[in-house]
């Protein structure tokens, strides 16, 4: 029984360095990898000698500074206002009946990849979209689509609309998450008695407590929305586009040498997440002292009902939003003839899908496989480091959790284009192990965070029992602790392979375009016109996470039936 106890806890032992090894490893070397060719050092380019010609190249390219203006103002502009929406929707709502309603609507959302909420939200707010064809003509007037810049206007207003309507569910439930570490219940008693307005008591007296939980979470945030490409590609402006889109475009160039513009400009790009994330932090600090003046001024905010129904409309309509657009990915992948104005088609086929099915067989299955394959390692990676937890009592603390959120805050393209040099020296690009370790990268920091918490609040009684009833350690943990939290293994599991399933640039680099995903051709798609094979694609994409979380809400269920205390 001894050598048993010590097989489980040497096999633990191996889960923390691993973890670490693989959310670092890939990033540092990766970054490396973009350093050099951005110095002009890629010896299999020619590129023997170190200089600054990359960088005079970039400097040189037109609209290179509104590019990288537009990536700084989008990720600050989305990450802020979702933030904003969130915290005035709980301060106002929390603990009533209309918050557990919006947020049984919002919390399935999260599940939707990127991709296809912005195909959905393009099909509602373009010329001829949804949205239009409801109002018109009655309400406008229109026979036909205006000739409006609604998609990928200059300013980049629908990229930033797009990011608010799928951020706001992920820090809704990062919020959730952290209000136990605050008796909202009291505090809410304590400041009414003093006469502060809801919103105003919990900004004075929870939110802080609350935003030290969640703000890496929110660096996040600024992170993917200042970097992110397929929703950029979707809704983002064209004229020039944004940063990361455009050194996409130069790492696929025909000419090699692009590759070192695209290197230097990856670097650009990290230079514009950190200087997001330092104006943040600034702006921050300007908050504190703004609730602190408003505390000393006793400003009560009693009468602040406009306040709070505007946070309760706008966290429904961007639930609203994504749910509508939804709708119409599926409407238009069925769809016949639908002329404009008609608010629906005027006939209905299947003959989309069975055109599409041959060409989508093969993307279907490599997303599929790399899904569930960096899941699994994702599950059981994590399970072996919360064994180590519980074997030391450690939790790592902080800088655990930092390393857990660094492939979520560096930017994908700052480090990808390295990582794809070097797999490429190695003869690893194109090859479904290193798309499956690609996938992981991102995949890992999810189910971590999503199980990390239900294991930790497991009541240990029950395995002291069994040790005390002569069971070992593996019978004990496949017995007892994993059923026991089935449905929190099953939903982070969930959460990992929708993850995996909405990976567009890492599938596309690492893939090298021979690994194709649903992801990366609803991707391709978005320049041209054919909206029924995009709606397939994308209705696809959201389909399978969907099946996910309808397989870890029911499996329990149906395994567990008899066990009301464990369905």
Request: overall charge positive; some cysteine.
């Given at each position: 029984?001894?050598?048993?106890?010590?097989?489980?806890?040497?096999?633990?032992?191996?889960?923390?360095?691993?973890?670490?090894?693989?959310?670092?490893?890939?990033?540092?070397?990766?970054?490396?990898?973009?350093?050099?060719?951005?110095?002009?050092?890629?010896?299999?380019?020619?590129?023997?000698?170190?200089?600054?010609?990359?960088?005079?190249?970039?400097?040189?390219?037109?609209?290179?500074?509104?590019?990288?203006?537009?990536?700084?103002?989008?990720?600050?502009?989305?990450?802020?206002?979702?933030?904003?929406?969130?915290?005035?929707?709980?301060?106002?709502?929390?603990?009533?009946?209309?918050?557990?309603?919006?947020?049984?609507?919002?919390?399935?959302?999260?599940?939707?990849?990127?991709?296809?909420?912005?195909?959905?939200?393009?099909?509602?707010?373009?010329?001829?979209?949804?949205?239009?064809?409801?109002?018109?003509?009655?309400?406008?007037?229109?026979?036909?689509?205006?000739?409006?810049?609604?998609?990928?206007?200059?300013?980049?207003?629908?990229?930033?609309?797009?990011?608010?309507?799928?951020?706001?569910?992920?820090?809704?439930?990062?919020?959730?998450?952290?209000?136990?570490?605050?008796?909202?219940?009291?505090?809410?008693?304590?400041?009414?008695?003093?006469?502060?307005?809801?919103?105003?008591?919990?900004?004075?007296?929870?939110?802080?407590?609350?935003?030290?939980?969640?703000?890496?979470?929110?660096?996040?945030?600024?992170?993917?929305?200042?970097?992110?490409?397929?929703?950029?590609?979707?809704?983002?402006?064209?004229?020039?586009?944004?940063?990361?889109?455009?050194?996409?475009?130069?790492?696929?160039?025909?000419?090699?040498?692009?590759?070192?513009?695209?290197?230097?400009?990856?670097?650009?790009?990290?230079?514009?997440?950190?200087?997001?994330?330092?104006?943040?932090?600034l702006a921050e600090r300007l908050f504190a002292r703004l609730r602190e003046a408003l505390v000393a001024r006793?400003?009560?905010?009693?009468?602040?009902?406009?306040?709070?129904?505007?946070?309760?409309?706008?966290?429904?309509?961007?639930?609203?939003?994504?749910?509508?657009?939804?709708?119409?990915?599926?409407?238009?992948?069925?769809?016949?003839?639908?002329?404009?104005?008609?608010?629906?088609?005027?006939?209905?086929m299947l003959k989309p899908w069975m055109e599409a099915l041959p060409r989508v067989s093969r993307p279907l299955?490599?997303?599929?496989?790399?899904?569930?394959?960096?899941?699994?390692?994702?599950?059981?990676?994590?399970?072996?480091?919360?064994?180590?937890?519980?074997?030391?009592?450690?939790?790592?603390?902080?800088?655990?959790?930092?390393?857990?959120?660094?492939?979520?805050?560096?930017?994908?393209?700052?480090?990808?284009?390295?990582?794809?040099?070097?797999?490429?020296?190695?003869?690893?690009?194109?090859?479904?192990?290193?798309?499956?370790?690609?996938?992981?990268?991102?995949?890992?920091?999810?189910?971590?965070?999503?199980?990390?918490?239900?294991?930790?609040?497991?009541?240990?009684?029950?395995?002291?029992?069994?040790?005390?009833?002569?069971?070992?350690?593996?019978?004990?943990?496949?017995?007892?602790?994993?059923?026991?939290?089935?449905?929190?293994?099953?939903?982070?599991?969930?959460?990992?392979?929708?993850?995996?399933?909405?990976?567009?640039?890492?599938?596309?680099?690492?893939?090298?375009?021979?690994?194709p995903t649903i992801t990366t051709e609803a991707v391709a798609l978005a320049s041209g016109g054919a909206r029924?094979?995009?709606?397939?694609?994308?209705?696809?994409?959201?389909?399978?996470?969907?099946?996910?979380?309808?397989?870890?809400?029911?499996?329990?269920?149906?395994?567990?039936?008899?066990?009301?205390?464990?369905?």
């Amino acid at each position: 029984m001894i050598k048993r106890r010590d097989g489980l806890a040497r096999l633990a032992r191996i889960g923390p360095p691993l973890t670490l090894a693989i959310l670092a490893g890939p990033i540092l070397a990766g970054l490396a990898g973009t350093v050099l060719p951005a110095f002009g050092y890629l010896p299999a380019l020619g590129g023997t000698a170190f200089g600054t010609d990359a960088f005079a190249a970039l400097l040189a390219m037109p609209g290179i500074a509104r590019s990288a203006a537009l990536s700084l103002t989008t990720g600050l502009a989305s990450a802020g206002l979702s933030l904003l929406i969130v915290m005035l929707f709980i301060a106002g709502w929390a603990g009533t009946r209309s918050f557990a309603r919006v947020q049984s609507m919002i919390s399935p959302l999260l599940s939707v990849p990127h991709a296809a909420a912005a195909f959905g939200f393009a099909f509602l707010i373009a010329p001829s979209g949804l949205l239009a064809r409801l109002v018109s003509p009655g309400l406008t007037g229109w026979t036909r689509p205006p000739d409006l810049l609604v998609l990928n206007d200059p300013a980049g207003l629908a990229l930033i609309a797009g990011l608010v309507v799928k951020e706001v569910p992920f820090l809704l439930l990062v919020t959730l998450a952290a209000l136990p570490q605050v008796r909202l219940t009291e505090t809410r008693a304590l400041a009414a008695a003093l006469g502060y307005g809801r919103i105003a008591g919990f900004l004075y007296l929870a939110w802080p407590a609350i935003y030290r939980q969640i703000r890496l979470a929110v660096f996040a945030v600024i992170a993917f929305a200042a970097s992110v490409v397929d929703v950029a590609i979707i809704l983002g402006p064209s004229t020039p586009a944004t940063l990361a889109v455009r050194l996409v475009g130069w790492m696929n160039d025909p000419n090699l040498s692009m590759r070192f513009v695209a290197s230097a400009g990856a670097l650009l790009q990290l230079a514009v997440v950190a200087a997001a994330l330092a104006l943040w932090v600034l702006a921050e600090r300007l908050f504190a002292r703004l609730r602190e003046a408003l505390v000393a001024r006793g400003t009560r905010m009693r009468h602040d009902a406009g306040l709070r129904h505007g946070a309760l409309g706008l966290m429904t309509a961007s639930g609203a939003t994504v749910l509508a657009g939804l709708v119409a990915l599926g409407l238009w992948s069925v769809a016949g003839l639908w002329p404009f104005p008609q608010p629906l088609p005027s006939t209905f086929m299947l003959k989309p899908w069975m055109e599409a099915l041959p060409r989508v067989s093969r993307p279907l299955g490599t997303t599929l496989a790399a899904a569930a394959l960096s899941t699994f390692v994702a599950i059981a990676l994590t399970l072996l480091c919360l064994l180590r937890e519980r074997d030391t009592g450690r939790t790592g603390g902080r800088k655990a959790l930092t390393f857990i959120y660094l492939p979520l805050i560096v930017p994908q393209v700052a480090f990808l284009f390295g990582l794809q040099f070097l797999f490429l020296s190695l003869g690893f690009v194109a090859s479904f192990p290193g798309l499956v370790l690609a996938h992981l990268i991102f995949v890992l920091p999810y189910v971590f965070l999503s199980l990390s918490d239900p294991w930790r609040a497991f009541d240990r009684r029950y395995e002291a029992i069994a040790a005390g009833l002569g069971k070992r350690r593996w019978r004990t943990l496949f017995a007892i602790r994993l059923p026991m939290l089935a449905r929190s293994l099953l939903t982070a599991a969930a959460v990992g392979f929708a993850v995996s399933v909405g990976q567009y640039l890492p599938t596309l680099l690492i893939g090298a375009g021979r690994l194709p995903t649903i992801t990366t051709e609803a991707v391709a798609l978005a320049s041209g016109g054919a909206r029924r094979t995009i709606g397939i694609y994308a209705f696809l994409q959201m389909l399978l996470p969907a099946i996910g979380f309808a397989i870890a809400i029911g499996l329990p269920a149906l395994l567990f039936r008899n066990r009301r205390a464990m369905q």
